[in-house]
Each structure stands twice: as C-alpha cells, then as structure tokens.
T-cell receptor, first 108, second 114 residues
Framework: AQRVTQPEKLLSVFKGAPVELKCNYS??????LFWYVQYSRQRLQLLLR??SRESIKGFTADLNKGETSFHLKKPFAQEEDSAMYYC??????????FGAGTRLTVKP | NAGVMQNPRHLVRRRGQEARLRCSPM?????VYWYRQLPEEGLKFMVY????????ESGMPKERFSAEFPKEGPSILRIQQVVRGDSAAYFC????????????FGQGTRLTVV
C-alpha cells in the first residue's frame, strides 16, 4: 500500500528564512512524487514533480530513495509562500495519494 | 478548457437525506479521483475511477457512499442517509493518466449536514 506522511501540520518561519517541508513515503514500487499547493481561496494546484527536477517559485524537492523522502525546500521564504502544501504519490496503478498537508505561514 | 468543474459548490442537507456531488473532468481526461477534506485535516483519498470502472475504492466507507463515472456525463459521488459527520469539503481531481501526468483539481463541494 502507498502512504505519504507529512509530519508537520503547521510550520511558521520569518520572511527571508529557509524553509523545509518534510514528506516521507512508503511504496514498494517506483513512485512518482509531487508537491501541490493551495493558496487562500484558490484550488489545489501542482507546484512541482520529482521527475522534472525543476525549481518553481524558488522551491525545489529532491527524491531520496534511501530515506524515502521528498522534502520541499526554499532558501529564502516570502510572505506570498504562505499556503497549504501537500505531498502526493502516484503508484504504478495511477492511484494518487496525498499527505495530510502542512500549513506554511511566513511572517513579515 | 474550463478545468475541472464541481457542482454544487455548497450543499446543505438534513440528516437522513441524500447528497449527490458532481464532477466534470477536464476535456480528454478519463481518470477521476475523489478526496474528502475534514476541517483542519488534509486530503483523504476516497475513490479512483476510470470511465465506467472503479479502480480503487479503498478509501470509501463501506456503507452509504458510492461513486460512478459513466461513459457519458460527470462523475457522481453519492452519499445516502447523510449524518453530521459527513460534513466536509469534497474535492475531485482528473488526469489524463500515464506517467508523471498532473492531476487537476476542482474547487470542491462543501457539504453541510444539519
């Protein structure tokens, strides 16, 4: 069974500080991992996916198969980054599971 | 492409009534997912469907809940004899399927059971 764990429900940092949102997964096959973001009053949307190895809005995430982690990082947080962040895993059968989410608050 | 459309946006039902939530996926998408979000909690997987087939319903309560995705028309999540504990936001997502394809979300239906 596939499972996604986001250990922090809430995370608060000051503007300009580094931020790391943790995500761990368990899956026996080769997972596809994603980060989704939900800004206030907007629908959930894709932030980035592990296969692309891209940086979006300054965020990056590296898949660490040894630690089964896919933590989301940004070196300098901005106030507009305040949102709900969800880590997601798609298994080989296209099933998509999400973590419980982390609410990030960036204080001025 | 209008994106994933869910209706109604808000639904109020009395205990014991039925709730029907609709989800029209994006054009060309044949994969639909339903999730439930309780207050202060994250997204909980309910069911994954492809056209006319339920692929995984392991997240659905065994009773009162059902889902379908017919050949024509939207996907429907149906809750019979609603109880107060069913009050939540229900989100639908669709994708084209296949490796590394993105799931696009609707704006959700907020169900309130009074």
């Amino acid at each position: 069974a596939q499972r996604v764990t986001q250990p922090e429900k809430l995370l608060s940092v000051f503007k300009g500080a580094p931020v790391e949102l943790k995500c761990n997964y368990s899956y026996s096959g080769s997972p596809e991992l994603f980060w989704y973001v939900q800004y206030s009053r907007q629908r959930l949307q894709l932030l980035l996916r592990h296969i692309s190895r891209e940086s979006i809005k300054g965020f990056t995430a590296d898949l660490n198969k040894g630690e089964t982690s896919f933590h989301l990082k940004k070196p300098f947080a901005q106030e507009e980054d305040s949102a709900m962040y969800y880590c997601a895993l798609r298994g080989n059968n296209n099933d998509m599971r999400f973590g419980a989410g982390t609410r990030l608050t960036v204080k001025p | 492409n209008a994106g994933v459309m869910q209706n109604p946006r808000h639904l109020v039902r009395r205990r014991g009534q039925e709730a029907r939530l609709r989800c029209s996926p994006m054009k060309g998408h044949s994969h639909v997912y339903w999730y439930r979000q309780l207050p202060e909690e994250g997204l909980k997987f309910m069911v994954y469907l492809q056209k006319e087939n339920i692929i995984d319903e392991s997240g659905m309560p065994k009773e009162r809940f059902s889902a379908e995705f017919p050949k024509e028309g939207p996907s429907i999540l149906r809750i019979q004899q609603v109880v107060r504990g069913d009050s939540a936001a229900y989100f639908c997502a669709s994708s084209i399927g296949g490796a590394n394809t993105e799931a696009f979300f609707g704006q959700g239906t907020r169900l309130t059971v009074v």
